[in-house]
């Protein structure tokens, strides 16, 4: 079992940043990737950012250039500048092991 905890968002104009963080307890050996998925009202839920084990980073082409996923052992983070208000989501921590494991969400609003 894999538990995971965000913090960071919160509420931001346009052009500024703001930075997530995800941490993993339990099982975290277990882990072949990290990242972040966010939703928007009455949108589906859609990748952001992956990385995976050997270090390997994928990006949804609407972040690329604005946002960076990093990770150590335990946790994940998302740097995000030049935000936009389509950014604006909620943004949930995600875990590849033998299942998928999600956080609980945090909101990220960006006010134009």
């Known amino acids: 079992q894999v538990q995971l905890v965000e913090s960071g968002g919160g509420l931001v104009q346009a052009g500024g940043s703001l930075r997530l963080s995800c941490a993993a307890s339990g099982s975290i050996f277990s882990i072949n990737a990290m990242g972040w998925y966010r939703q928007a009202p009455g949108k589906q839920r859609e990748m952001v950012a992956q990385i995976y084990r050997d270090g390997s980073r994928i990006y949804a082409d609407s972040v690329k250039g604005r946002f960076a996923i990093s990770r150590d052992t335990a946790t994940v983070s998302l740097q995000m500048n030049s935000l936009k208000p389509e950014d604006t989501a909620v943004y949930y921590c995600?875990?590849?092991?033998?299942?998928?494991?999600w956080g609980q969400g945090t909101q990220v609003i960006v006010s134009s």
């Open positions: 995600h875990a590849a092991a033998r299942q998928n494991y």
